[in-house]
């Protein structure tokens, strides 16, 4: 398992249901030539049947997961196993983000079995929390996110192995942000204020892009982001690194 502590900053792309060997090609051709800071740990998190060819194509990135199985092995056909991402060479895994929960019904009692999965393969989870707008609206962000946390985190979580990722959900692909002031306050509250996760990074994630990051990177308690749509384009998310 990869000691999260040793890194500055931690940046994640989000490929989701997108990608080809074509485009991996391209993808690692450029982005190897971008100069990113050796204290920024680089994640891709990309299809299953691509890892493999990440591993082989990127020197300066960790290989990521966007999810992986509750179960160890068996009969749950369709599934992938922590042991097989482990297999292939994989060295974290988001789990939890919101569009598993939502079009996949996945729980927080999932998420758990998933992380310590992932764990028992020296794997480093990467957990996505996140509100509805309807929640934010109703003022109740803080109490959803302290619930998925402590139904999430098994006991032997560290802030040495699991990373955490805030995602408000309404945030998603939609090009709206909370303000730098509500970044802020909710990742000192998750840092602080939830005794389960005292001093894990915490990244930031929804709508990131080269135009925004810059001001979200340099808020204190931020340890990263988490980038989905703007980092199926290279050249995006190269600035996004260099940012
Ligand atoms: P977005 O997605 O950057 O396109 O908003 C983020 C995510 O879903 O991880």
Redo the contacts with the bound molecule.
Sequence with gaps: MLEINKFNKII?A?W?LNGSFEFIESYFNFLESVKIKKDICGIICLPYVYLDKCNQLSHSFYTGAQDCSNFKNGAFTGDISAFMLKDVNCQFS?VG???RRKFFNQTNEDIKLKIENLMNQDLNPIL?IGETLEEKEKGATNDVLKKQIIECLPQNSSNNSVII?Y?PIW?????QTPTLEEISNIHSFIKNDITKCENFKILY?????SSNVGKIMSLDNIDGV??????LDPLEFGKILTA
């Excluded at 945030?171 to 090009?175: Q, R, V």
């Design positions: 994640v989000n989701k988001l983000h919101s569009e996505c990722a995602e945030a998603i692909g939609t090009g994630g929804g709508s990131v892009k988490l980038v989905g749509g703007a980092s």
